[in-house]
């Protein structure tokens, strides 16, 4: 008996036409993936240390108070202490790319999603693929494509981070209620006015909770990225593995938890109505500003009053 | 029936779901039962209907009888499988959806059951929605907006957002949504179910009260048949998606057309149904200002009767006497009736309903009577004859006739006589 499938075979041999025939395409790909890089990178980097983590915790206190501005502030000293700045925002950039081009693209696969049953047959089986598949093989390919570097990390991460910002999006369009919608239509407004109007709006919790896995899952990958030279933390921890470097594997490790946690704490907070309402706020104080000369006279009024009183 | 006459008119809808749909609609035609198309389920079969300009039609059935599918295709939120549905002039059924969206924005709109606000938006963004699909611009459709949030009774709520109010202050907020847009049709699925009996009595009268004032056509969905006797001018109740019966509610209720129908009406509250008109029997008779006291109170004498109501030849009520004023305006040498006739006379209008009418018959010393809406004496409730409809035989009451307390006829001859005698009238008029 001889029974053998040449899966492997196949993939290999589909990545070599790729490699031959679509070189362009990846070239280009990888261009836009170093550009982006750069450019984040350069905001993280320029600035002195200091002045980074001053505006990360003024931007946490806004977000959710001051215990989270605080603990920002101390987590990223603790970076700096380790002598892991650097590579923090070398991993930071990267997360930072990928979930970019992560949401850039799972968003609109799942509003798709949601609106086709045909599309969602199909992107389903897909995403329950990209999921399972060991993060670390995505690694082999990225590699034939992309070459060494930043480049290959980016792919692979974003190749892992897509599913639950494609299935949360289509989850909550599709959870919106179904009168609110109908609502919409028995006035007859436009499907993509129902769809910017009323689905998103309401489905924005679930979306904001799949851009925060986005995020969660890059990080998780970023560290095996550093397998294939994308550098930052996951080129340390892979180094302390290599040579079993205890300290230089906590330290590292421990950067990458306190990433996780401000950038998990980051973006709830926006998926959360305390999110949403700082940025209602932040709205209404704008509108206020604008308001503010014809406001002006009607407030002084009662103190006029007051003194001849 | 001039057409223009009709708002809304839905002709052989049918609506099956699953597949072979139109096979199903053949079957169901050749008279194949519901339960018996396979893999396919009507919701709707062949239902037709014509619903007036101005009026509120009312579509009542149990879960599961259709009702909703059906309000559904008359906006085309729901394709209909075969039949059609004209708006006006409009068919609107199988036509392109751009078309059919231009036609919801301008000539139907809708009330939802949970009322489907949106929950980002405040009281008038909600109530504007209409309007911004319509394309109006924002100070011209906010402006709109406040005026309808008024009429709805949410003045000063217009900022808040749809959470922060109640259930009854939602639906408002749905009713001035769809009112704004000020579409000539109005669906109400159900609008009125989800909210607290005192809140919904409250809602139907003020629906009633704008129905009253703005004219438009309602087609209004519900389960309870209470509710579609009360706003109900006419009623179509559904079971198993067909239509069995389309009629006034007292048509429904004195003359259901099946037993379905006739056990759907046991419960139903007869006193907010049948109204003063539908019970009221003749005056017997009245009296006219002109015959003077001694007329009147030999009226009484000959009526056995306590009191009377008074009422110009052309019926119009102006009050009643009783003869004890009567017999003292005789001894007295008093030639003037008005002078005696009382003007609390409590008369009631015709459409009251029944449970509105007890108060007014207690307190009340004659038969309780009927007023046409221009003022005229149409006829009388006598208790008895109310508590006969209560019964459910309105016709055993019309026998019964009250006889409260005449005077005695020998002393109203005496004093009709002692009148002759000192030539205040003709002894003719006695006899």
Redesign the interface.
């Known amino acids: 008996m001889d029974f053998r499938i040449d899966f492997g075979q196949w993939v290999t041999d589909a990545l070599t036409w790729m490699q031959t025939n679509l070189t362009w395409f990846f070239d280009l790909l990888r261009t836009i993936f170093l550009g982006l890089y750069d450019a984040v990178n350069w905001v993280f980097s320029t600035p002195p240390t200091l002045a980074v983590i001053v505006v990360a915790a003024i931007l946490a206190l806004f977000a959710r108070g001051w215990k989270f501005g605080l603990g920002t502030a101390l987590g990223l000293l603790f970076i700096v202490g380790v002598d892991q700045w650097d590579n923090a925002m070398n991993s930071l950039s990267l997360v930072i790319v990928a979930a970019f081009l992560a949401v850039v693209v799972s968003i609109p696969l799942g509003i798709w999603a949601a609106r086709n049953d045909v599309v969602s047959a199909i992107v389903k089986p897909v995403m329950d693929f990209l999921q399972t598949m060991p993060a670390l093989v995505y690694l082999i390919p990225a590699i034939a494509l992309f070459r060494i570097g930043v480049a290959p990390g980016i792919f692979a991460t974003v190749l892992f981070a897509l599913a639950p910002g494609v299935r949360l999006t289509e989850l909550g369009i599709r959870n919106v209620?179904k009168?609110?919608v109908?609502?919409g239509?028995?006035?007859?407004?436009?499907p993509g006015?129902i769809l910017r109007?009323?689905q998103l709006?309401?489905a924005m919790p679930s979306i904001m909770a799949g851009v925060n896995q986005i995020i969660m899952l890059s990080l998780s990958m970023v560290v095996i990225a550093g397998f294939v030279g994308a550098g930052g933390l996951g080129g340390e921890v892979t180094r302390a593995l290599s040579s079993l470097d205890k300290p230089l594997g906590f330290e590292a490790g421990m950067a990458v938890v306190v990433l996780a946690i401000i950038l998990d704490r980051f973006t709830g907070a926006f998926g959360q109505k305390r999110g949403l309402h700082l940025i209602k706020r932040l709205r209404e104080r704008m509108g206020a500003s604008a308001n503010e000369a014809p406001a002006a006279p009607a407030a002084s009024e009662p103190q006029t009053a007051d003194a001849r009183g | 029936m001039n057409d223009s006459t009709i708002a809304l008119k839905a002709e052989g809808l049918f609506k099956v779901f699953g597949r072979n749909a139109e096979d199903a609609v053949k079957k169901l035609r050749a008279g194949t039962p519901r339960d018996q198309l396979g893999g396919a389920t009507a919701a709707v079969i062949d239902a037709s209907f014509e619903v007036q300009r101005g009026e509120i039609f009312v579509v009542m059935g149990l879960s599961g009888s259709g009702k909703s599918t059906l309000i559904r295709m008359l906006n085309g939120l729901h394709d209909a499988t075969a039949g059609s549905v004209t708006v006006g002039e409009d068919v609107i059924t199988h036509i392109p959806a751009k078309q059919l969206r231009a036609i919801r924005r301008k000539r139907i709109s809708m009330v939802f059951q949970h009322f489907a606000l949106l929950p980002h938006k405040t009281v008038l963004d909600n109530v504007a929605y209409g309007l911004e699909i319509q394309g109006m611009p924002k100070d011209q459709r906010e402006a709109k907006a406040r005026e309808v949030t008024e009429i709805v009774g949410l003045a000063g709520w217009e900022d808040k957002l749809p959470s922060q109010l109640s259930g009854g202050m939602q639906q408002r907020v749905g009713l001035a949504r769809a009112l704004a847009a000020d579409t000539d049709v109005l669906l109400m699925d159900e609008a009125f179910s989800a909210l607290d009996p005192l809140i919904r009595r409250e809602m139907q009268e003020q629906l009633l009260d704008l129905q009253a004032t703005l004219g438009k056509t309602i087609i209004f969905i519900t389960h309870d048949l209470n509710e579609a006797m009360f706003l109900g001018d006419r009623i179509a109740v559904m079971r198993d998606g067909r239509i069995v019966q389309v009629g006034t509610p007292e048509d429904i209720l004195t003359n259901p057309a099946n037993d379905y129908v006739e056990q759907f009406v046991q419960d139903v509250d007869r006193t907010r149904v049948l109204t003063a008109e539908s019970v009221m029997r003749k005056p017997r008779a009245v009296i006219h200002p002109t015959v003077g006291p001694h007329g009147a109170l030999k009226m009484m004498r000959d009526e056995q009767m306590s009191a009377m109501y008074v009422a110009k030849r052309d019926r119009t009520l102006i009050g009643w006497v009783t003869d004890r004023d009567a017999l003292a305006a005789v001894r007295a040498g008093e030639r003037d009736l008005t002078r005696i006739v009382r003007e609390d006379h409590g008369a009631v209008s015709k459409d009251t309903a029944l449970a509105d009418l007890f108060i007014p018959a207690i307190e009340a010393a004659l038969p309780l009577g009927v007023m046409d809406d221009a003022g005229r004496l149409v006829g009388v409730v006598p208790r008895v004859t109310l508590l006969a409809a209560l019964g459910g035989e309105p016709a055993a009451a019309q026998q019964a006739a009250p006889r409260p307390d005449p005077l005695p006829a020998a002393v109203v001859d005496r004093a009709l006589e002692a009148a002759v005698h000192t030539g205040a009238i003709d002894a003719k008029e006695v006899r």
């Open positions: 209620d009168e609110v109908e609502a239509q028995a006035f007859g407004a436009a006015r109007q009323i709006p309401l």
